[in-house]
């Protein structure tokens, strides 16, 4: 049991908004959540404190999105908050007000790309990484790893940080092969300037409790002591849990709790998870305990089994494979960009994204500029079936001068021709400009 | 006639009111650890020549049950636990015999396991062995359902004198103050037993035959009798007592900020448009957090006779209280005697306390006049630091909805009603310090007890329905119900209303003059695989906390 530690918690249900009647991201999902919380009187606890969220900027947003054609037409204010939320918890930890964090609001947010035409998988704005990014803004450039323990790809986090070798990301999923959005595969490593900075685990449906806090132990633990970050962030997904509705996995609240204790994030954002009267009061209540240093030994389910969490030796051996393959490419990565992107200078790769939730299919191309000096420059082309029809352009956070002076040109330039608008995130002068 | 009584540290106050008017009033010191007998010794003689038919209500604010608490005068119980899973049982840990058995209920209040039997063979043995007779039965969710409760007290009805259950104390969510609350009810109750059979003998005795009401920590009265079940309620009845009072005298209608400087504490309140601020969870007594409804208050150590003192070489206020005042004929240099000397007037034992004022003077470098001028600032100074403190708290109170969080309503003093002994000569400072115009009201000697004669009955109660499970519960009633799967927002309304009238009038209230509130509801789809499966609603009601008609014709000058 490890020591107490000082947690602040924003826990905002958002009991006013809803994407629809009937959408499982609904007003009712952290109701029994709080009820949980409020029984077992976690609000008297001295070591933990309580928070309200507060509201995003748009210039917070602005730093990680491209939102297109009008922020208010997109942005909802429980996503503000949710956004803004996070940023409260990180600023909280990086004041040294607490410990740890833990930001349990709706909707999620690691679905949302650097590009944000509408809703996915109940995402408009990726939470985690405007947090990050403002966070950034205030302390510097900070290396971060980002541990998405949600069921489903983070695809939204990826692509956000596919270029930046100072955020790690790591996703533990169910297979894309067997679940929406049907992305996060091994060789998806990162662009050319942080190659093998992104890491995913498909995992096998019915990984049981064995498998996930083996993963953790032999695989994101050493690569986490390798990476050395300043910051550990849990995108904290409850829905690998054995009752969740909408996945096929063999996880329990125990478990959550167990490796958030391993896992030792600074700060943890909750994602998604549905099964919001067998799980999520557990869950949440699990992982408040393990951030806070409490015992969790006793946080169980009423209906479980240990049958529920076990997983068969198929699924041992296959995650065995798994993690020795993932591991080759985290301690070769060098070789491994050397290979893949030798005599290229800019990288283009072409991206079909799905808007599940709002109906929207886009089309993307996305070059990344190889660079000695920094990351690279990144230039995205980007269409859909609504007839939208952007370029967009980032400078990253440790863009070399001359990679911001050709972004800036690229911005200024460019011919306006048939897009909408050109889009400039410029992160080193903090400066976000459209024409 | 209405009879109100305050106990208070140092004394007791009691008056009759008359249309309006005090009519009498008899303030006593406080002789005796016996709570009856003062009680007794100051009504006989308030009520002396008085008619005794023309008394209608009796209202006391006791510190019976605080005392007990706070003197550790506890009876000897056993508590009976229900964890069920969450928080390991290290938690729950009370000086007094506990036995956790196995089981849970869970938070849709569904009993998934059940206890054991051999669980209460045990305990049976046990309570007969340590001869014990008070009971307290708590069990996590007992608000959702209170089966399990029910179920143990039908047990060992038979085994013990009384019987304290958990989902009785409030409808709030809390198992660990559900627990602790439970505990001291438990704990109390053969005192306050005590207590009830010498008064109600006593008053037979002088022929009063009226009802008796005891005053709460919420600013409201249950009858006696009631706070037989639920004596913890009456615990921190005074600061309550003097709320209420402080109301009846300056029937603000604005936010404003209340202090009550007392002897050893000053104790201060928030008013909201006029009415008074609830805490969230409920009182903390003696480290114990309870679910008990209490009014915003907040005591500082530091009064009229704190002591004057010097540590490192810095002159201190209280927070201990010695003795009273040099001027009252006390043996240490306090508050009062500082405000006394800066009136520059003569009062008794003036060159006693020029002396233990010139004794810290000299060693601080001061004169005498600028060290008093000196406490008199500092005494502000903690004043406002606290004030503030709070109202940050208040101001950033949680809150679960977007609407709320858009809005941030606050609250923002726009005057000071002060009572107290010292409140006059603190009126110019506290001006100056808070920039808000600051209101002594007249008679406020009385405020304590008139607060208590102008308090009404209240209660609280809090619904659930589920309509999913067809399930509505009512937990401070003890009602557990079917609903059919169509059963309404406004059926749930309608029916808790009913339900809080036929409960406010049980504990005694007047049906002229009463009003009923829905504080809280909520109503939520509940959502299985896209499709609606049932509604799950919230509410809470509560009789509108305020004071008596008769408050109307008080004379506040």
């Known amino acids: 049991m490890s020591v107490k530690k000082k947690l602040g918690i924003i826990l905002f249900p958002a009991y006013d908004w809803e994407i629809s009647k009937t959408h499982p991201e609904r007003k009712e999902r952290l109701l029994y959540t709080q009820d949980q919380i409020f029984e077992e009187g976690l609000g008297d606890f001295e070591n933990i404190v309580f928070y309200n969220p507060k509201i995003a900027s748009e210039k917070a947003l602005k730093r990680v999105h491209f939102i297109h054609p009008k922020l208010e037409n997109i942005v909802t204010k429980s996503h503000l908050i949710a956004a803004g939320g996070a940023i409260k918890c990180l600023d909280l930890v990086m004041r040294k007000e607490v410990n740890k964090a833990f930001s349990i609001t709706r909707p999620p947010g690691h679905h949302a790309m650097r590009v944000t035409y509408g809703d996915r998988g109940f995402c408009i704005l990726n939470n985690e990484a405007i947090m990050i990014e403002a966070i950034r803004q205030k302390y510097g450039n900070l290396k971060v790893a980002i541990i998405d323990t949600d069921c489903h790809h983070g695809d939204g986090t990826e692509n956000i940080y596919y270029n930046d070798p100072n955020t790690l990301f790591i996703s533990l999923h169910q297979d894309g092969r067997t679940l929406y959005p049907g992305t996060g595969f091994l060789d998806d490593l990162g662009g050319p300037g942080a190659y093998g900075y992104n890491i995913n685990i498909p995992l096998p449906p019915k990984t049981g409790e064995e498998g996930f806090l083996m993963v953790l132990e032999h695989l994101i633990l050493p690569i986490l002591a390798d990476f050395e970050p300043d910051l550990i962030i849990n995108s904290a997904g409850q829905d690998n849990h054995y009752s969740d509705p909408l996945t096929m996995m063999n996880f329990s609240a125990h478990g959550y709790a167990k490796l958030t204790d391993k896992l030792n994030p600074d700060v943890a954002v909750l994602e998604g998870g549905y099964s919001i009267e067998g799980a999520l009061p557990y869950i949440n209540l699990g992982i408040i305990l393990a951030l806070a240093g409490l015992d969790y030994s006793n946080v169980v389910e009423p209906d479980f089994e240990s049958e529920k969490v076990s997983q068969s030796v198929e699924v041992t051996n296959y995650l065995k494979k798994l993690m020795e393959e993932i591991h080759y490419n985290w301690k070769n990565k060098e070789k491994l960009a050397l290979k893949k992107f030798q005599n290229k200078s800019y990288i283009t790769e072409e991206k079909n994204i799905y808007y599940d939730t709002s109906n929207i299919s886009e089309k993307q191309t996305i070059t990344y500029k190889k660079c000695d000096y920094c990351s690279g420059l990144i230039k995205i082309t980007s269409k859909n079936n609504r007839n939208d029809k952007i370029l967009a352009i980032t400078i990253p956070l440790d863009a070399c001068r001359e990679c911001e002076k050709e972004g800036e040109n690229l911005y200024h330039n460019s011919a306006k021709g048939d897009y909408d608008n050109i889009y400039l995130q410029n992160r080193i002068k903090d400066q976000y400009l459209k024409r | ?557």
């Open chain 2, 1 to 557: 006639m209405i009879l109100g009584l305050d106990m208070g540290g140092t004394n007791v106050d009691a008056l009759l009111i008359k249309d309006g008017k005090i009519v009498k009033k008899v303030t006593k010191e406080i002789e005796s650890d016996d709570a009856f007998k003062t009680i007794f010794t100051t009504i006989e003689s308030l009520i002396k020549a008085v008619d005794l038919k023309k008394i209608t209500t009796i209202n006391l604010s006791t510190t019976i049950a605080t005392n007990a608490i706070l003197l550790n005068k506890l009876a000897n119980i056993a508590l009976i636990v229900q964890t069920g899973p969450g928080l390991t049982k290290e938690y729950f840990k009370v000086a007094a015999k506990t036995f956790f058995i196995s089981g849970y209920t869970d938070h849709r209040g569904e009993v998934t396991k059940d206890y054991q039997k051999e669980e209460i063979e045990t305990i049976k043995k046990e309570l007969k062995k340590n001869n014990i007779t008070n009971l307290a039965i708590v069990s996590k969710f007992s608000t959702r359902n209170n089966s399990t409760e029910m179920n143990l007290k039908n047990i060992f009805k038979r085994d013990v004198e009384n019987i304290t259950l958990g989902h009785q104390m409030s409808g709030k969510l809390n198992f660990p103050r559900r627990f602790k609350t439970s505990y001291l009810n438990a704990s109390i109750k053969p005192l306050f037993k005590k207590f009830y059979d010498n008064i109600l003998t006593a008053f037979e005795g002088l022929g009063i035959t009226c009802p008796l009401n005891i005053l709460k920590a919420d600013g409201g009265i249950i009858p006696l009798k009631e706070a037989l079940k639920l004596p913890v309620e009456s615990i921190f009845s005074g600061p309550s007592a003097s709320l209420m009072g402080m109301l009846a005298l300056s029937k603000t209608k604005k936010d404003a900020l209340l202090l009550d400087i007392g002897g050893t504490t000053t104790d201060i309140f928030f008013l909201k448009k006029g009415e008074p601020l609830f805490l969230r969870a409920g009182i903390e007594i003696k480290g114990n957090k309870t679910l008990i409804r209490a009014l915003y208050s907040k005591s500082l150590p530091l009064g009229g006779d704190s002591l004057i003192k010097m540590v490192k070489n810095e002159v201190k206020i209280g927070p201990e209280r010695l003795d009273k005042a040099l001027v009252f004929g006390g043996k240490y240099l306090t508050v009062t005697d500082i405000l006394f000397y800066l009136t520059k007037k003569t009062f008794p034992y003036r060159s006693l306390v020029v002396k233990e004022l010139a004794k810290l003077s000299v060693s601080l470098k001061l004169t005498n006049d600028d060290l008093a001028e000196l406490i008199k600032a500092k005494f502000l100074s903690k004043i406002k630091k606290a004030v503030n403190l709070e109202l940050s708290l208040i101001n950033n109170k949680l809150v679960y909805k977007i609407a709320e969080l858009l809005k941030g309503e606050t609250l923002v003093p726009e005057e000071m009603i002060v009572v107290g002994a010292p409140a006059r000569s603190f009126k110019k400072g506290l001006e100056e310090s808070f920039k808000i115009p600051v209101i002594i009201p007249p008679n406020y000697e009385v405020a304590n007890a008139l607060g208590a004669a102008l308090a009404k009955p209240t209660t609280a109660l809090s619904m659930l329905v589920n309509t999913k499970r067809r399930k509505m519960s009512i937990p401070e009633l003890s009602i557990y119900r079917n609903v059919d799967f169509n059963y309404s927002l406004k059926e749930a309304k309608r029916y808790l209303l009913k339900e809080l009238l036929k409960e406010a009038l049980r504990l005694g209230a007047d049906k002229e003059d009463l009003e009923l509130e829905i504080i809280e509801e909520e109503q939520f789809n509940m959502v299985e695989g896209f499709y609606t499966s049932g509604k799950n609603m919230r509410l809470k009601a509560q009789v509108k906390p305020g004071l008596r008609k008769e408050s109307e014709f008080i004379n506040v000058g």
